[in-house]
């Protein structure tokens, strides 16, 4: 046939993901007793520290015969998302 041109195209969209984990770490609180029987509540505070870094690289890779970018963006988007939902 002439004239006909058939374009297979495959799009790859590859990100850094770095996922850390927090932990909280509890501070002693105090108490105080004062002399006719009662007592303050006890306070304590929390203190958050990081516990564990992961880093990786996460690659999605979509398309087909005559598409373009702007037509699996929103495809690859959702990919994303649910990579980094099962990841979490």
């Not at 992961?54 to 979509?62: C, D, G, L, P």
């Amino acid at each position: 046939m002439l004239g006909s041109h058939v374009s297979d195209n495959t799009y790859v969209v590859a990100a850094m993901i770095i996922v850390q984990t927090m932990q909280h770490k509890k501070k002693h609180g105090k108490s105080t007793i004062l002399f006719d029987g009662s007592a303050e509540p006890l306070k304590t505070e929390t203190a958050i520290k990081p516990s564990q870094s992961i880093s990786t690289t996460v690659a999605v890779y979509a398309g087909g015969r005559n598409v373009t970018q702007s037509q699996i963006a929103s495809g690859v988007r959702d990919r994303f998302t649910r990579i980094l939902s099962d990841i979490i």
